[in-house]
Structures are given as structure tokens and as C-alpha cells.
């Protein structure tokens, strides 16, 4: 009945039931965050009704979608109400980390861990594209452990850009995934649909068993070069220790022409996956060199991130229910820390604080983003300048 006084839908009543916490992430459509529930811990995604305005079917596409999906190693969905201005989905939390600073968390990851880990997560793809379901986002940020015990398994999450297909042999269109994961025909703009998952399970692979991408330009047509030629390098120095069964999973997902592509369920009959020919190779070095540099990438992200959940909080439309941090910036350092291992108590890590390879990172980003001011005021400087020149040279021929 208060809900309708307030002209709140009646599913709104529902939001008591969650006291919201830490923001989580931050997409285009809105924020994600973390929130106590009557059963425990829950992450809620909030969408600004606004950004998605005509395009609503696409949340109820991926409401309708995630309470279809039950799985061990896909996220479970709990609940969903609306506002006047946005929607609520609510999905299990998963609090165990990402898959590769769990890692990092170990004393010791071998190339039989490896396999293992790559079948649970093949497990929930086959799941879904056994359900016509394309993920399209498959990247290591979105494995998730579900809980902190070692014995945890991994989940599969953020179905925000999945679709499912409404035939077999549906194809999507619309640009879809992350840069460095995307299939090539996602980037070239082609028709696309199950075996873009399998080409992220390939560079997935690839990155678990040498710490580096197999794909490595920075811009996007050269990566679409890279992509589309798919001479897939195994470097001795990194790869020597490292099967010719792991190689040969690899290239059979790494196939530039999709029909070439293993499905899903080929994938899962490779024998690499049963571990047998898996070797005992410590994996951790090259692993832990690999987050080093994303946490350097990430430092900088931060900036970005903070600026989107400022855009976000600027649009929001129903300020007695406010539901976007006051401060972006420290909203931002929570959520990139959300997904990570607990630190040791007294390391001086942890939400909201920085660490000072984070604060040189967006130190380096703010000088960049001030140099490139300058110089595009310095262009449009000696082109006025060009242009002034250019009248008084015709003046005075005239």
C-alpha cells in the first residue's frame, strides 16, 4: 500500500527486504551492488530505466533468461522489483574472487588445475548453448569463485549482453564482448552466435597456461588482423613445460572461421579435460606476472569507472530513493576490489584505499588526458593561426 501511495510500482515493496552495501561494478545501463538479505549477501544490479528506455525487453529478456538458468557453475538468480526509475535484479553473490587472483592466492597452480578449471566453466557453456543461450562475455573478470572455501567451485556470471536464440541457427549482429575476447566475426560485425563463446574459451585457456593473451594489438583494426589470421605463437620459453594436448585444445577453439570451431560439446570430450595428460607444471610465476599488469590496467580503468558512476548518478531521476554512492571515486575503488581474495588484516589494502602502483596509474592517466588537451588546443591554435593568414594574404591580394 506504501509503494502505491508513493506511486512505486508493487514490486518495489520488495527493496526493503535488502540493505544495499559496496558498489560492485559499473556498465553502461546502470551499477551493481552488494546488499544483505533475510538469506545472506546478494549482488543487485540497478538499471536506470532511462538508458534503457525502448530497449526495456532487453531486461526482461535477461530476467526471463537468468530464472530459466540453474546450474552448479552458473550465478542463481533470487529476485527482481522495479522503481518509477529503474529496475532491481538480484543474483547470488559470489564472495570467493575472480578466477586469476584466487590464484595468485595459492602456493601452487599446475597445468592439471588448469584443465579442471577450464572443464567447470566449459560445463556451464555447454549448459547454456545446450539452452540456445550465447553468453557473448566470457572473460576471466565474469569466473567467479563461489565461496572462499578452497574446495569452491566456479561460477559463471554477468548475463547482461547474453542472448538467448529463438532457433538454432539464429545469428546476432550487434557488436558484443570485451576487447581481446571477442571472436572475429564479433568484430568484424558479421553474423555470430554459440561459437563466439568458444573462441573466448580459447584465449581464456591460452592466458590460464602462459600469463599473456594470444592476441596482443592494442587497436582494433590490428587486432582484427591478428584475430582473423589466427597464427596462434606457442613461445618455447613459456610453453616447453606445457602439453601438446593443452596446445591442441587450444587450436582447435582458436579457428578464425567459426564453422571450423569446436562446439561445446566436442570441446568437452578433448582429452586434455580429463587431466590425464595434463602436466604437474607450476603455472603461478607466469600467472602472477600477468596480474601484475592488469593491476596497472586496472589502476587506470579506475578513472574511467569513477567518471561512469558519476554520469550515472547525475541521471538519476527519483532523488528520494537514491541509490548511486555519493562519492564515485571511492565507489569505484570498492568495486574494483569487490571480486578480489581478502587481503591480510594490516596490509593497507582493501575498499577504498589505493595502492600507490593504483594512484601512479591515474596520476599517469590524468597527465595524458592533460597532454592531449594541450595538444588538441595547440591544433586548433596553429589552424585558426592558418586560417587568419589565409584571409590576410586574400585581402591584401584583392
Request: hydrophobic share 35%.
Amino acid at each position: 500500500m506504501f509503494s502505491r501511495l508513493q506511486g512505486q510500482p508493487e514490486s518495489y515493496e520488495r527493496k526493503s527486504k535488502y540493505r544495499f552495501g559496496r558498489t560492485l561494478g559499473a556498465g553502461t545501463y546502470g551499477i551493481v551492488r552488494e546488499a544483505d538479505s533475510p538469506d545472506g549477501k546478494v549482488a543487485i544490479k540497478i538499471i536506470l530505466k532511462k538508458n534503457v528506455k525502448g530497449n526495456d525487453k532487453m531486461v526482461w529478456d535477461e530476467l526471463d533468461m537468468l530464472q530459466r538458468l540453474k546450474h552448479p557453475h552458473i550465478v542463481k538468480f533470487v529476485d527482481w522489483f522495479e522503481s518509477r526509475d529503474k529496475y532491481y535484479i538480484v543474483t547470488e553473490l559470489a564472495t570467493g574472487g575472480e578466477l586469476f587472483d584466487r590464484i595468485c592466492e595459492q602456493g601452487k597452480f599446475t597445468e592439471k588445475d588448469a584443465s579442471q578449471t577450464i572443464k567447470q566453466v566449459l560445463g556451464a557453456v555447454d549448459y547454456l548453448h545446450n539452452r540456445n543461450v550465447v553468453h557473448r562475455d566470457l572473460k576471466p573478470e565474469n569466473l567467479l569463485y563461489r565461496t572462499k572455501d578452497p574446495a569452491s567451485g566456479l561460477v559463471l556470471a554477468d548475463f547482461g549482453i547474453a542472448k538467448m536464440l529463438d532457433t538454432k541457427d539464429e545469428v546476432l549482429t550487434t557488436m558484443a564482448g570485451s576487447f581481446g575476447y571477442a571472436a572475429p566475426e564479433v568484430m568484424l560485425k558479421k553474423g555470430h552466435g554459440k561459437p563466439v563463446d568458444m573462441w573466448s574459451m580459447g584465449v581464456i585457456t591460452y592466458t590460464l597456461l602462459c600469463g599473456y593473451s594470444p592476441f596482443r594489438s592494442e587497436n582494433l583494426q590490428d587486432l582484427i588482423d591478428e584475430c582473423s589470421s589466427a597464427k596462434v605463437v606457442f613461445h618455447e620459453r613459456y610453453w616447453r613445460d606445457v602439453s601438446d594436448d593443452a596446445k591442441n585444445f587450444i587450436m582447435c577453439l582458436l579457428q578464425p572461421d567459426a564453422d571450423d570451431r569446436w562446439t561445446s560439446q566436442q570441446a568437452l570430450k578433448h582429452p586434455w579435460l580429463s587431466g590425464d595428460t595434463a602436466t604437474d607444471h607450476n603455472l603461478l610465476p607466469e600467472i602472477k606476472a600477468y596480474m601484475a599488469k592488469a593491476r596497472l590496467r586496472r589502476g587506470i580503468e579506475l578513472v574511467k569507472l569513477s567518471n561512469r558512476i558519476e554520469s550515472l548518478k547525475l541521471t538519476e531521476d527519483d532523488p528520494e530513493n537514491p541509490d548511486f554512492p555519493d562519492d564515485s571515486m571511492k565507489a569505484a575503488g570498492e568495486a574494483q576490489g569487490a571480486n578480489k581474495p581478502e587481503s591480510p588484516q594490516g596490509s593497507g589494502s582493501g575498499p577504498g584505499r589505493l595502492s600507490r602502483a593504483l594512484k601512479g596509474a591515474i596520476f599517469r592517466e590524468v597527465v595524458l588526458a592533460k597532454v592531449r588537451e594541450m595538444k588538441e588546443q595547440q591544433e586548433t591554435l596553429k589552424v585558426k593561426e592558418e586560417v587568419e593568414k589565409e584571409a590576410k594574404r586574400k585581402s591584401f591580394s584583392g
